[in-house]
């Protein structure tokens, strides 16, 4: 059960660094549990009511998700979001930081929620059905991990079962789709943006492109797993066949269906425009013999421990760049500065009662602290009964 709990944390500290929101339902607006609270209906409200929604249609809220605390840009911030901020976030912090350090690190927590939801609607990105689907499977995925203990298992953690799926499926699903729609857009400022950085670090870094034939080795048939002398001799004829049909190419662009006929090497799969990298980044025969040779031109054989390649370096190109994963971290860094510009902008305004029920998660996170430390393994129990009854 402690390997569940673990796992369910874990998950749960990644939400931090996930953009997210807990918010209210559209029609809590006059509800008691507002404490004063004025929410607003405006279009962006509706729209995040309206994708929670879709998430209450398979797991409902409980009463700490129903609670306002705060407003953030006009959304709301439940008790459960709170809960979670004060348990995770303020408690341990306690004594290693700052109060104003611990308050800034919650309200960007909940500007970073905020500036999720606000850029979807701007951008107007919209759950499908086959989303709505993926949420559902993700859901009933934990049911039928933690079977009857799903209904009690997170009593144990500082977050309602919305909480937990709003931000490790439905917002994390929403912050995917925009990913993508702006992936595939290759006009936006944030694709450019990406491209002339990655660009630029992979002129400053020496990035060059090939594509390559390989004729793998076999598995080795010898006691010890290496190859035999006839398997080597093999592999090497069927190279040179190849070998002898590159040399004989009366253009470049044959290259690509010798490749397409004799490649053995499954990544080209996935790299069609070929691989893209630097110094280090590939074995060493591989590196020093792609770096050698002038563009448009092939090599001859170059063995490895994978077999013989013959490789061709190409000029790089926008597409080879984009298939790189320097040009993926670079659009996911993009992309989050251009999502979150506004964050900082937010106005947090917080409930009457939000220092109190503050007070009240904090005292709660005491008391579990308190039971942890008091817990005895079952396994020392079981030794200490032993060893009672033996006397």
Partial sequence: MKKILALILALTMVVCFALTSCTAEKNDNNNDSN?????????????????EEALE?????????????ATINGLPISAAAVRYTTMVVKAPSVGSMSDEEIKTEIENF???????????????????EKDITAIKANITGMQLQLGEEYETIFEEYPFTKFFYFSQTALYQTL???IYEQFMADTESDITKKALEETRKYGEENDYIR???ILIQFPEGENEDGSLTDAQKAETLAKANEVLDKVNAMASEDEFDALVAEYNEDPGM????EGYYFG????????????????EGKTSGLVETDFGYHIIQRLPVTDEVIKNGNAYTSLFGEALYEELSKDADSYEIVYADNHDERVAD??????ELMAEEETEVPAEESSEELSEETAE
């Fill in 57 to 69: 249609e398979f797991e409902p809220k409980d009463e700490l998700d129903k609670e306002i605390l």
């Fill in 361 to 366: 998660f904090m005292a709660e996170y005491e």
């Fill in 279 to 294: 110094k280090g980044e590939m074995v060493k025969p591989f590196e020093d013999a792609a770096y050698a040779l002038e």
């Fill in 269 to 272: 799969q996935s790299y069609p």
């Fill in 175 to 177: 912050y995917s789709k």
């Fill in 210 to 212: 090939a594509k390559h």
């Fill in 35 to 51: 404490n004063g609270l004025a929410l607003e209906e405006t279009d962006l409200f509706l729209y995040n009511a309206a994708l």
């Fill in 110 to 128: 909940y500007k970073e929620n905020a500036a999720l939801v606000d850029f979807a609607f701007k951008n107007g990105v919209e759950l499908e």
